[in-house]
């Protein structure tokens, strides 16, 4: 194998550390290949409960009835659970750093958003048990127009599905997260030409080996362990405090161990509810999903929409780029909103525009909630913004690096977000890139560095 | 009937930190009479490697070898408050506490030191062998499990530092979206040669060139191990993963791996991976995050990769076999 870092670049300090930049060995390599690191599912306990969901069959319906009487018949279940049980049903995740509003129950009251949200949750002595009460309950559904789309979400006569009275996530006052830079309007009239076009991206599962779940231990204290693979554990745990209503201090998580996270372990779903089946019947009880669950009712990485349009002048120089781009919340905010508004601060990539104009969305349709995930905003966002730069280097018959080294953002640029730039590095990527594929680029572009604005460009 | 070959380009920049701050992380540091220092925290290791990095970089600090840290974290009663691991945050901001842990550390047991060798902290040195000695007179040393002892019954001293970390919150303006979202940029550069079946409209990635600049790597072979595995994440997400492969119609979800395909080890192609280090001002020891962004450039290098084998422009992900069928269908159309 190859020497992984080259020092010819940004040659610097660094040889008088001993540690950092070795390649310790991974602390926990030996646990995973041996099969001895302990998951949170590896905690066998002799009285734990098992919870298993009755879900939604409906995109959008009015409950009419709720019947749990046939789950209670089963033999081994011991306690379902409805709203009722929720002491402080209503919340976001984001709520902790201020996101409001509270949109989301943690069981429905009078209504279901998605096929496949949770009804009533059925608590047993085994999970086949579980499985055959949640089974069991009835449900009578009012069908509501389902809106399946985000466009149509946004058209105007489209059914309003959220209670605050848009589809979309309203901003200060904004339909959108917006950036306003420059002067796009203007530019495009002015550039040699202007691009425009629209990709999509679909819904990705986060695929982790370990399914999502958690156990929850009553303690003699009376405080609930919880046993989690939760990326983040304060977060699970002031979230957990908020629904299931405090004291905090009563609450304890431990985790850190996680078999695949990816960002779909940070939607905290599963041990609010956990906690409240610990305490209703004084016993551990286990919410973990299955794989099915995992891929059909645990948040996927939103689908998006993203329509870039671009001013260019005949030498390669991006003036202005406008995106207009939708992300897809699916049924309730969760984390969308703060991606986002990621997605907004990072247009319009990493090229130097003078011009930049950004409307994101975060749009609510009649679909499973989505979550954070790996490159949050950003992944589909560069799916975008990389296929356009294909484009515009193949319309204007440019070479695509160089393309790029010529709109390459450097030390001392303004940002779309007006923020200076400091420690680029994309100039030098883009170099190393081409050394290393035998890509021939003109001297002025080799020339070029980060840190200095002489040469190509501005 | 013929098998394309192409070659597609992609370069991306990813922010480090919860986007628009607020996120503190903190660590706490002590030793035991073992002479081993324990770092309590509550971060979560997802696998990128954070219980690595972290006593890394504390015995960086400390000045002493890595065998003499250990890691006890994700337990809310006995570990101090961190944000999370996500938004490429864990390295740079735990990074950043353990940091200001391990200096007030080390400040105690270089106290400590000057009592049992007679001499000033400050004329006291460490080469991360386990010792602590005399700058100027080498042979006056003393190891630090000895160091701890007397720190603990002899001088009634404790050997324990307290750090935090936390990027303040700013909130954007609304009108304009200025803001200030992140602690630093990384960068990267994917170039991705592929084959084009154009009888089945299969794609085969052939080879991945992966460039990164990440600021200081802490541990090259988990850097490796995240730009190779991302890399092929980003290969699965571009070819292909879809939950609703007729999205946005909601009746072929997946209930397994069966039916949510993604890509296997014969499918991982050869890969060539390249990092440049441009420290970072605000990362520690240099360092930006690497978490997320490595599964990010491939997908555009890939598709356009198919589109110079083929002449296929794909706008939709993924880019599934049907999908470039119908592309190459419209045209010979």
């Not at chain 1, 002799?46 to 009419?64: F, G, I, P, Q, T």
């Not at chain 2, 460490?126 to 040393?141: A, I, K, L, N, Y």
Request: aromatic fraction near 6%; proline fraction near 6%.
């Amino acid at each position: 194998m190859t020497e992984l870092i080259d020092h010819d670049y940004f040659a610097g300090d660094g040889d008088d550390l001993h540690v950092v930049g070795t390649s310790v060995t991974r602390a926990d390599a030996l646990g995973h290949v041996t099969g001895r690191t302990q998951f949170f599912e590896d905690l066998l306990l002799a009285d734990c409960l098992h919870l298993k969901m009755h879900r939604s069959e409906r995109h959008h319906a009015l409950l009419k009835r709720v019947d749990v009487s046939g789950a209670l018949e089963v033999p081994g279940v011991v306690r379902v659970l409805t709203h009722e049980d929720v002491p402080e049903n209503w919340y976001t995740v984001l709520r902790l750093i201020g996101v409001e509003p509270n949109d989301q129950p943690v069981l429905p009251e009078d209504r279901v958003l998605w096929r496949g949200e949770p009804i009533v949750a059925v608590v047993a002595e085994t999970e086949a048990s579980a499985l055959e009460g949640a089974a069991r309950v009835e449900v009578e559904y009012e069908d509501l127009p389902a809106v399946l789309t985000m466009e149509e979400a946004l058209t105007e006569d489209a059914p309003i599905i959220k209670p605050h009275g848009a589809n979309c996530f309203i901003y200060e006052g904004h339909p959108c997260r917006r950036i306003r830079f420059g002067n796009v309007e203007h530019a495009f009239a002015q550039a040699d030409h202007v691009f425009e076009w629209r990709y999509e991206s679909e819904p990705i599962e986060h695929a982790p080996v370990e399914t999502t779940g958690c156990i929850v231990v009553p303690q003699p204290n009376g405080r609930l362990k919880i046993h989690s693979n939760t990326q983040a554990a304060f977060f699970t745990l002031d979230n957990t405090a908020l629904i299931i209503g405090g004291p905090f201090n009563r609450l304890q998580l431990v985790g850190g161990t996680v078999g695949g996270g990816f960002g779909g372990k940070v939607d905290v779903i599963v041990e609010p509810i956990a906690c409240l089946a610990a305490l209703a019947t004084n016993r551990p009880v286990e919410y973990v999903y299955s794989r099915l669950e995992e891929m059909q009712v645990s948040s996927t990485r939103s689908a998006e929409i993203f329509v870039v349009k671009d001013g260019v002048m005949a030498d390669g120089r991006i003036v202005a780029r406008k995106v207009t781009c939708y992300m897809e919340a699916g049924a309730y905010t969760g984390h969308t909103t703060y991606g986002v508004t990621k997605c907004a601060a990072h247009m319009p990539g990493p090229y130097s525009i003078p011009n930049v104009w950004v409307d994101a969305y975060c749009v609510y349709t009649n679909r499973t909630p989505t979550g954070p995930m790996r490159g949050f905003g950003v992944t589909n966002a560069d799916f975008a913004l990389e296929t356009q730069m294909d484009r515009i280097a193949r319309a204007l018959e440019m070479d695509p690096l160089e393309l790029r080294l010529k709109n390459a953002y450097r030390d001392g640029d303004l940002k779309a977000h007006r923020k200076v730039a400091e420690g680029a590095a994309l100039v030098e990527v883009i170099q190393r890139a081409a050394e290393l594929t035998g890509h021939e680029l003109a001297e002025e572009y080799e020339r070029m560095s980060s840190l200095t604005h002489a040469g190509v460009g501005v | 009937m013929s098998v394309l070959h192409g070659r597609g380009y992609a370069a991306v920049n990813y922010p480090t930190g919860m986007n628009l701050g607020g996120d503190p992380s903190q660590a706490l540091i002590h030793a035991t009479t073992t002479g081993t220092f324990v770092i309590a925290l509550s971060s979560t290791d997802l696998g990128q490697g954070l219980k690595t990095v972290i006593p890394q970089i504390a015995a960086e600090t400390l000045g002493l070898p890595v065998e003499y840290i250990l890691l006890d974290t994700a337990d809310t009663d006995t570990g101090p408050h961190c944000m999370g691991t996500f938004a490429s945050r864990a390295t740079h901001r735990v990074g950043n506490a353990v940091i200001m842990a391990a200096r007030e550390a080390r400040q105690a047991m270089l106290e400590v030191a000057a009592l049992e060798l007679g001499a000033e902290p400050e004329e006291l040195a460490t080469d991360g062998s386990g010792f602590v000695f005399v700058e100027d007179d080498p042979e006056r040393r003393i190891f630090i499990v000895d160091l701890a002892l007397a720190a603990h019954f002899k001088h009634g001293r404790t050997l324990s530092g307290r750090g935090i970390f936390l990027k303040e919150h700013h909130d954007p303006v609304p009108e304009t979206g200025e803001m200030d979202p992140d602690s630093c940029q990384a960068h990267a550069c994917t170039v991705a040669d592929v084959e084009v079946d154009d009888e089945t409209g299969e794609v085969t990635v052939l080879k991945l060139f992966n460039v990164y600049e990440l600021g200081r790597v802490i541990n090259p072979a988990l850097v490796r191990q995240q730009i190779e595995g991302g890399a092929y994440m980003g290969m699965a997400h571009a070819l292909y993963e879809t939950t609703e492969p007729y999205y946005p119609k909601r009746d072929h979800l997946p209930s397994n791996f069966g039916e949510y395909v993604l890509p296997g080890p014969a499918e991982a192609p050869e890969m060539e991976s390249v990092v440049i280090e441009r420290p970072s001002s605000t990362g520690p020891y240099g360092a930006k995050g690497i978490g997320e962004m490595t599964a990010n450039s491939p997908i555009a290098a890939i598709g356009n990769a198919i589109y110079d084998a083929c002449g296929v422009r794909l706008t939709t992900r993924p880019f599934t076999p049907e999908r470039v069928l119908r592309g190459l269908d419209a045209l010979k159309s």
